[in-house]
C-alpha cells in the first residue's frame, strides 16, 4: 500500500521544549520532504532529503534540522521549538525523478504554546 | 528563480457553475512542467493534474488544464463546479526543473448549493 505516514499527528509543547515529528513510507523512495504551510503562505519546503543522511536545506530551514538514517524514514527535529513554529507540518516523498509529483502524508498539526 | 503565482486567495461559487483558478509561474527553462494539488480537509496534499507539453490539454477527475508558454500560464478549469470540490488548491513547479517543488499560495474555493 503506498503511503506516508506522520506521526503524530496532533502534537501540544510549550515553548522552548525540543520536538520531533516522525515521517514512514514504504515505497522505497529515495527523495522525501517536510513542509510547512501556513494560511496566505501555501507549502514552504523546509529540508529535502535524496537519501540515507543526503539532505539539503530548503527555503525555511532556520530553527530545524532533519535526520535520515533509513531510506523509509525521515524525521524533523525543532530543538527549543518556537511559537512562530506552530504550523501544520507535511512530509512527502517521490521516486528519484524530477518528473514525480511527491506523495504526502496527512500532517501533523503542532501548537507551540 | 522559479516562482509561482495564485493570485486569489478565495474563489467562492454557486454549484454548477464554471471554474477557473488561475495560476502563472516564472522559470529561465524552456520546457518547464507544473503540477495542480488539490487539498481537501484533514486529509494530503493529492495530485490532481501534471502539465503535458505546450497547448496540450490534460484532464482528471473532471477538471483539466492547458500549459501555455507564452503566457506562462496553467490555469484549473472545470465545466460545472460541484460541492465537493471545495477544497484548496495549490499550483507547483519544480524548481530549476529539479526535485524541489515551489508551490504556489493556494486558492481556496468553496462551492455554495
Known amino acids: 500500500d503506498m503511503k ?4 503524530p499527528r496532533y502534537l501540544i509543547k510549550r515553548m522552548g521544549e525540543n520536538v520531533l515529528l516522525e515521517c514512514g ?3 522505497s523512495h529515495e527523495t522525501m520532504y517536510w513542509y510547512r504551510q501556513d494560511p496566505g503562505l501555501g507549502l514552504q519546503l523546509i529540508y529535502i532529503s535524496y537519501d540515507v543522511d543526503s539532505n539539503s536545506e530548503g527555503d525555511i ?3 530545524y534540522r532533519v535526520s535520515r538514517k533509513k531510506r523509509e524514514h525521515f524525521s524533523l527535529i525543532l530543538d ?3 511559537t512562530n513554529q506552530t504550523s501544520v507540518y507535511f512530509c512527502a516523498s517521490s521516486r528519484d525523478n524530477n518528473n514525480q509529483a511527491p506523495l504526502f502524508g496527512e500532517g501533523t498539526r503542532l501548537s507551540v504554546l | 528563480g522559479d516562482s ?3 493570485t486569489e486567495g478565495l474563489v467562492t461559487l454557486t454549484e454548477g457553475l464554471p471554474v477557473m483558478l488561475n495560476c502563472t509561474y516564472q522559470t529561465i527553462y524552456s520546457n518547464p512542467f507544473l503540477f495542480w494539488y488539490v487539498h481537501y480537509l484533514n486529509e494530503s496534499p493529492r495530485l490532481l ?7 496540450k490539454r490534460t484532464e482528471h477527475q473532471g477538471f483539466h488544464a492547458t500549459l501555455h508558454k507564452s503566457s506562462s500560464s496553467f490555469h484549473l478549469q472545470k465545466s460545472s463546479a460541484q460541492l465537493s470540490d471545495s477544497a484548496l488548491y495549490y499550483c507547483a513547479l519544480p524548481r ?6 515551489t508551490f504556489g499560495t493556494g486558492t481556496s474555493l468553496l462551492v455554495d448549493p
Not at chain 2, 530549476?96 to 517543488?101: E, W
Open chain 1, 4 to 7: 506516508v505516514t506522520q506521526m
Open chain 1, 25 to 27: 513510507q514504504d515505497m
Open chain 1, 61 to 63: 530551514p532556520k530553527g
Open chain 1, 80 to 82: 527549543s521549538a518556537k
Open chain 2, 4 to 6: 509561482v503565482t495564485q
Open chain 2, 49 to 55: 493534474l501534471k502539465s503535458s507539453t505546450d497547448n
Open chain 2, 96 to 101: 530549476n526543473m529539479g526535485y524541489k517543488l
